[in-house]
């Protein structure tokens, strides 16, 4: 009865975290981009920092709860599945055309490497520790570094063209300065009250698997589930945010970059976190 009972939390806050990213956190940071009319590429890095949030508060509080294999197979499911929803979004969008544009099928490449990491990692049975920390950190920067330098070069035209939109409209951004408080605001909000509920989850996965045994792997990759569902919102309304046919390009670009930056952050920056978190803790 009593794990019935735990594992019901684990569902209830789990749900919550997802719940809370998807219908508050992703939507108020897409209003926040707007009012800042930020480009399609910032926007698809606001919204993988964003669909991110579920995976960096479940592997924080399993790391702190000493539950580190559970925070690896977390991660790599995380990106597999966000792999796979993108690639769907893609095809039932007929978008598929728009990737054979190099700056995209580049940031394919490395999103796809993201998963090939911890599969080696797990293989190859590499011990999770410190000495994985200052490695991830020159990988997100290269990684970073090649995004941005291939957009410039692959996406210039369709660059320039969103600058001069952005430069015709900055004048109404001073009309904005409230919308922008108010959402900052709200964003404040919303982490304090994702923080608790992560809080409460970390004491179901150190009671599911300390006292009644699951796996960490079972654990891990239920989590890796769960927290992908806000990637799959955000891949398809990126690609139905841009109605036109002309601008329909620009829909992929961020549904891609939110893909890459949300692997991206999830194996190199999160992971890394909760390295450290996992031995200041334990």
């Known amino acids: ?27 108020v940071l897409r209003k926040l981009a707007e009012s800042l009319n930020l480009k399609p590429h910032t926007v698809g890095n606001i919204a993988g920092m964003a669909t991110s949030m579920p995976e960096f508060l479940s592997v924080t509080f399993a790391s702190m709860s000493g539950l580190i294999s559970t925070s690896v197979y977390n991660i790599f499911s995380s990106n597999l599945i ?12 007929k978008n598929q055309k728009i990737l054979n544009n190099i700056a995209l099928r580049i940031d394919l490449i490395m999103s796809f490497i993201t998963i090939l990491i911890p599969i080696a990692m797990i ?17 997100f920067i290269l990684f970073y570094f090649i995004n941005v330098n291939s957009h410039k070069v692959y996406l210039e035209q369709e660059e320039q063209e969103k600058n001069k939109v952005i430069e015709n409209e900055r004048k109404f951004i001073i009309g904005k300065r ?21 809080n409460l989850l970390s004491g179901v996965l150190e009671s599911l698997c300390l006292e009644f045994n699951i796996p960490e792997i079972v654990i891990g990759i239920a989590l890796g589930i769960i927290t992908s569902l806000p990637e799959l919102i955000t891949f398809f309304e990126s690609q139905k945010h841009y109605k036109s046919n002309e601008d329909v390009k620009l ?32």
């Open 1 to 27: 009865m009593l794990i019935l009972i735990e594992l019901l939390k684990f569902i209830v806050y789990s749900l919550l975290l997802v719940g809370i990213s998807k219908y508050v956190l992703v939507k």
């Open 82 to 93: 966000n792999y796979i929803q993108y690639i769907f979004s893609i095809f039932l969008n």
């Open 123 to 139: 293989a190859l049975n590499i011990p999770v520790n410190l000495g994985l920390v200052p490695a991830f950190l020159l990988l």
């Open 178 to 198: 409230k919308a922008i408080v108010k959402y900052a605001t709200y964003l404040i909000f919303t982490g304090i009250i994702l923080f608790i509920i992560g």
């Open 251 to 282: 829909g992929v670009v961020e549904a891609t970059n939110n893909l890459l930056t949300s692997n991206i952050l999830n194996l190199f920056i999160i992971q890394s976190f909760g390295i450290i978190i996992y031995l200041i803790f334990n």
